[in-house]
C-alpha cells in the first residue's frame, strides 16, 4: 500500500531556508509513470501547487514560486525534497507531499501534510 | 497561472443534489480533459474524488459525477450524505506539467 510521509522541522525563521522530505513507501520513486511533487494549503485557504518532479530529473515549478524553489529526488533513499529560500510568514502553511498519475494528471496520493509555521 | 475559479460555499439538504462550478482559461480547463476534483475534510488530506473530468476512482460512490464544458468543469453530488459536508477542490492541467487549482467550495448539507 502506497504511502507518502512528509518529514522536516514545523518552525522556521523569516529569511531562512524551508526543507522537506517525503518518504515514499509501497512504490518506487525511481520509475513512471508517476511524478512526485509537492502542494501546500495556508491555515484556511485553499489547495496551491508547488512544484513536480519525475524521477528522470525533470522538474516543474509554479512560477510564482520558481525564483525560491528547488525540488529533488534521491532514488537510493525512495524519497525526494523540497526547498524553499527566504521564506516569509506568507510561507506558513501545512506542506504535503504527493504522488502524480503522468497519464491522467491528477493526484492520487497524498501524505497526511506538515504544518510549517515561519516566525521568529 | 491564476488559481481556478470556484464559489466559496455550496449547500443541499440530505437528499438532494448540489454541483459546484470551476471555472479556468482556454489554457486550463478549457485546454484539456484533465480535471481533477478533491474532497477535503477538516484536518485531513485532500482526496481524490473525479479525475479526467467525469471518471470515478475504485470506491468513490457513483453519486459523484463530473462534466466540462468549456472552460468550465463541474463537479455534481446527488443524494446529499451528511458525510459529504467538506471542502471540494477542483484541479486543471495548466500546460508545461503544471498544475492549477481551485480556490474551493465549502459544502453545507443542511
Known amino acids: 500500500q502506497l504511502q507518502l510521509q512528509e518529514s522536516g522541522p514545523g518552525l522556521v525563521k523569516p529569511s531562512e531556508t524551508l526543507s522537506l522530505t517525503c518518504i515514499v513507501s509501497?512504490?518506487?520513486?525511481?520509475?513512471?509513470?508517476?511524478?512526485w511533487g509537492w502542494i501546500r494549503q495556508p491555515p484556511g485557504k485553499g489547495l496551491e501547487w508547488i512544484a513536480t518532479?519525475?524521477?528522470?530529473?525533470?522538474?516543474y515549478y509554479n512560477p510564482s514560486l520558481k525564483s525560491r524553489v528547488t525540488i529533488s529526488v534521491d532514488t537510493s533513499k525512495n524519497q525526494f525534497s523540497l526547498n524553499l529560500t527566504s521564506v516569509t510568514a506568507a510561507d506558513t502553511a501545512v506542506y504535503y507531499c504527493a504522488r502524480v498519475d503522468l497519464i491522467v494528471v491528477t493526484i492520487d496520493c497524498w501524505g497526511q501534510g506538515t504544518l510549517v509555521t515561519v516566525s521568529s | 497561472q491564476s488559481a481556478l475559479t470556484q464559489p466559496p460555499s455550496a449547500s443541499g439538504s440530505p437528499g438532494q443534489s448540489v454541483t459546484i462550478s470551476c471555472t479556468g482559461t482556454s489554457s486550463d480547463v478549457g485546454d484539456n480533459n484533465y480535471v481533477s476534483w478533491y474532497q477535503q475534510h477538516p484536518g485531513k488530506a485532500p482526496k481524490l474524488m473525479i479525475y479526467e473530468v467525469n471518471k470515478r476512482p475504485s470506491g468513490v460512490p457513483d453519486r459523484f459525477s463530473g462534466s466540462k464544458s468549456g472552460n468550465t468543469a463541474s463537479l455534481t453530488v446527488s443524494g446529499l450524505q451528511a458525510e459529504d459536508e467538506a471542502d471540494y477542490y477542483c484541479s486543471s492541467h495548466a500546460g508545461s506539467n503544471k498544475l492549477v487549482f481551485g480556490g474551493g467550495t465549502k459544502l453545507t448539507v443542511l
Open positions: 509501497g512504490d518506487s520513486v525511481n520509475r513512471g509513470p508517476h511524478y
Open positions: 518532479i519525475y524521477y528522470s530529473g525533470s522538474t
